[in-house]
């Protein structure tokens, strides 16, 4: 029997990656469908708003990331256990999100050298702000809300994941708070069994 | 039930959604505004040095207008009947931030000649393929999700009323996002809340 979610994104972590984490630390078996980047094109006509991630689940065709990722994690109960930590793990997730698309520019798709030490100075500047911000109001034990693994964390551990990983290495030592929760995150098994698996991807973003 | 404080500035701007799912959940709340000059003060009170910020109980702070605007949605009963309804609506308010976003660039352009560019732009090349999509997302009935109001369809009215102050015949010949702009302006809290709104600006 197919599994009930068929998430279609292109060959990348990026705006996607949540996601699929949420899947993984839930166990729920997925589609995980990737397009490449030549393919994009025939295939963006057909999308409901022309864009990707898209998740299909009973007939209908959600679209835009975010809410994908908030609809899966309420499916998988890693949306918050009361009304208020819900409120909280969104705010986190709004705080973040922008993000994915200043590592992605100044990471991979700015290739003009003046353009892309701006883009670095700009990165810089909302990374500082961003962290600093979610170091005030994470929780000290490694959740950014309350006492479980939500999807902020997830959301969190993605960008700090590039952030580590990739672009410079060392960051997370100024922000502690934040350094745990994507300790833990790591450190689960079902997520760490993924990150090991996952496919590189078309572009390290 | 719980005793809600919405803190912002005199404007409509972030705080305007949350004031009209406020108005339409007939939810009582304390409508706080900011003066410019008192903000200093008060940004390091706030938990992002942003606001709005919401106080639930005379406790705790949430922060983040959209977080803010879902859970006021969830208390007034207008997030969406089941999880994929509710995914649905999310989805069409993240469409309609994305448009918002370039809208807010074009009206803040300081520079005159670059301005009058955006906003030829917008009109021309952002706005119709924006709206030709959301006038088949939406129902015959004027509802975006199911048959009956959500925040998605206040969401959209509140956004058109800044963009129609631009544009003002975005609209026309748009049969199902007319119907839903009706069906909020008709809902009783709204209606209050239209007609007794301090008006401001933006």
Known sequence: MAPKYKFTYFDVRARGEPTRLLFAAAGVEYEDVRVRRDDWAALKPTMPMGQLPILEVDGVTLCQSMTIARFVARETGMDGKTKL???????FVDELEDLVPKLAMAMIFTTDENEKAEKVKELDKAIAEKLGKCEKLSGPDGHLVGNSMLWCDLVLYNIAYDIEEVYKSGTLQDYPKLAKVYDTVRSDPRIAKWIAERPAGQFNI | MPTYKLTYFNVRGRGE?????????????????????????????????????????????????????????????LLGKTSVDQARADMLL??????????????????????AEKKKEFGEKSLPPFLALYEGFAGGNGYFVGDSLTWADIAFFNMMDFITAEYPSALDGYCNLNKVVDNVKTNPGVAKWLKERPVTDH
């Open chain 1, 85 to 91: 930590e819900r409120a909280q793990a969104d705010a």
């Open chain 2, 17 to 77: 959604l949350i004031r009209l799912l406020f108005a339409a959940g007939g939810i009582p709340y304390e409508d706080v505004r900011i003066e410019w000059d008192k903000w200093p003060e008060l940004k390091s009170k706030t938990p992002m040095g942003q606001v709005p910020t919401l106080e639930v109980d005379g406790q705790l702070m949430i922060c983040q207008s959209m977080a803010i605007a879902r859970f006021v949605a969830r208390e007034a009963g």
């Open chain 2, 94 to 115: 993240d469409g309609g931030m994305d448009l918002g976003k370039l809208f807010t660039e074009m009206v803040m352009e300081k520079d005159a000649s670059k301005k």
